[in-house]
């Protein structure tokens, strides 16, 4: 399996801020992230993949109590909705790809998402 790391400068907008939103809304709010994994993608070393094992660290400016789920969903449904529209994975089903682990870094500091992909190439 081959290793790409992904260290983009923002955090997923949490889904406590989307739940009950208008589409459009969580559109606009999802958007900065995709555009960030979309340039970082397109510079990596990633390849069309048969298979994809993503976790991710968060860092955040204050430390405070935070529940992963809130988090974990919007990043991992973005991150599989651009691997596939990208052409990186043909579907984003579970025989191609795992969001495996997110985790919330104990340092402080900017917003930071740090996304590792575990991958095997076609």
Avoid: C
């Avoid at 739940?19 to 999802?30: C, E, T």
């Amino acid at each position: 399996m081959n290793q790409t790391t992904l260290e983009l400068p923002l955090v997923p907008v949490s889904f406590n801020q989307t739940r009950y939103a208008h589409w459009r809304v969580v559109q606009r709010k999802a958007r900065p992230l995709q555009e960030a994994l979309l340039l970082l993608l397109r510079t990596s070393d990633l390849q069309p993949a048969s298979f994809i094992e993503a976790e991710a660290i968060l860092r955040f400016k204050a430390r405070r109590r935070r529940d992963e789920g809130n988090f974990r969903t919007p990043l991992e449904k973005t991150l599989g909705d651009v691997l596939t529209r990208e052409k990186y994975l043909t579907d984003d089903t579970p025989d191609q790809y795992r969001f495996t682990r997110l985790t919330f870094s104990d340092q402080t500091g900017p917003a930071q998402t740090i996304l590792t992909l575990n991958w095997r190439p076609l």
